[in-house]
């Protein structure tokens, strides 16, 4: 089928079948200073000696005719400078002729990974041979939003290394660009600290359930190598109980039972104690390290989810509000941001935040904060009505978790957020949707979709992420709407090519899960609901 995942932005293709000549067929790049480029390049030569894809689209095929050979692919890049940020230029062209050699132009190390990738996915096996069926191809592409995550949450259970690196293959198979890495949250702590020591000894689920800074350093150099950022969240002050298995002095509503559902959106319950002064040293602490661990520019601090019926409850919060007129536990929280959030400023750092933050408590942060959107979907417009540039992630079409019922031993009933979200879900939802100020538009930066991780391991990652989060990184990419037609894509051919891929990372390992019977794949129009527009 040589489909393309995500469709490029311009993507012109022939009809005349090329022949990689694998005896001799190298690819070659106008720099060496780069890292990034090298390690890519080694990476796909690589794969285009040893994949050997057939779609299955393609099962029954017979031997095709070519007309000429490709003996090398030219990756030529303007600048071997490698800054991965919100600015990267991402963009590259790819020309693959009838005869001869293959190009990549790009601007960066980072356009020039991804025009790699688009290579590889047109390469196909046919009769023992490997080909570029409809050539020549011509590829003008670069991506609609500048920012196409995933965060994957490892605090609720824990995912290995190895698990990790997958996944940024498989991100990188999909042009995705953030790993949003919601490290820690209420259940562990498993990242090793230097500051503070304690948090992993007692707030690591075992030993061998931590992740030490040189981990982190081969995860970081890892993902960038395939053109990905690391951001790291640590949210504060909120969903903040394990810190008190080390720190129970700067805590509040430490692990209240039976009745947690007060206290906390779930077990165990404990928030920071926003009144008490050691707590904000102890977040400075926390800001200053990992600040200087995480290289990327964005450091996330979470700030929602918070139940202030938690500080009501606690003595010291109490006492403080007594003993300052004029002061609430709003003003606190919002007293708290202004803090936590100058520190993230004062490290050199871009501050993320989770939308609560700006409406919920009365703050107005620095409008270079980024705000991610996810209580609903009109969230995205209400964050950029006020200035924010944003993130779009609302659960109601981003959140992969949903759908496996309640996490709760004794409960009976559904998820918080309800059923399974589908590609088809996924895929249809526009980011910019009830935005019509074109410069308003402009503050949307992208979306992340959100794997957490209460009913979600290293066993189950891949089919959980694999192959919706592909749907959305197509709608990241390129969007939905087809250039040649300037209407929404058709959906049949869609799933084709989305089936067609899934199959591809199934080859590269991705254990992504199957969306059709095999039935339908050789017969697709008769897997078509009538009644559907």
Known sequence: MGAVWPMPSSYQVGS????????????????TSSSVVNAAVERYQYLLEHEYYQSPYDYDENALKTSGYLYALDVNVQ?????????????????????????????????AVRGLETFSQLVSANSGRKLVKNAPVKISDSPKFSHRGILLDTSRNFYHVDSILRTLDAMAYNKLNVLHWHIVDAFSWPVESKV????????????????????????????KN???????????????????????EIMSCLNKQPNWDKFATEPPSGQLNIADPRAVSFAFDIITEYSRLFVDLGFHLGGGSLNTDCWKEDPVVELYVRDHPGESIESLVKGWYEQTFGKVNEMGKITFAREETILNYNYTAKNTTIIEAWVDEESVSKVVERGYRAIASPWSRYYLDCGHGSWLSNFDGDSWCGSYKGWQQIYSYNPLSNITDVEKQKLVLGGEVALWSAQSDETSVDRNLWPRAAAFAEIMWSGSIDPDTNSTRDMGKVSQRLTDHRFRMVARGIMAEPLQPLWCIHHPEACMHPSAP
Do not use: C, W
């Open 16 to 31: 005349i079948g090329v022949e990689i000549k694998r005896s001799d067929f190298m690819i070659k790049s106008n720099v």
């Open 196 to 223: 503070h020591p304690e948090l992993t000894e007692k707030g690591a689920y075992t030993s061998d359930m931590r992740y030490s800074y040189e981990e982190i350093k081969k995860i970081i150099n890892y993902a």
């Open 226 to 248: 395939r053109a990905i950022r690391v951001m790291p969240e640590f949210n504060m002050p909120g969903n903040t109980f394990i810190i008190g298995d080390a720190h129970p």
């Open 79 to 111: 600048s071997a400078q490698d800054v991965l940020d919100l600015e990267t230029d991402e963009s590259y062209s790819l020309e693959i002729p009838i005869e001869g050699k293959a190009v990549i132009n790009a601007a960066t190390p980072f356009g």
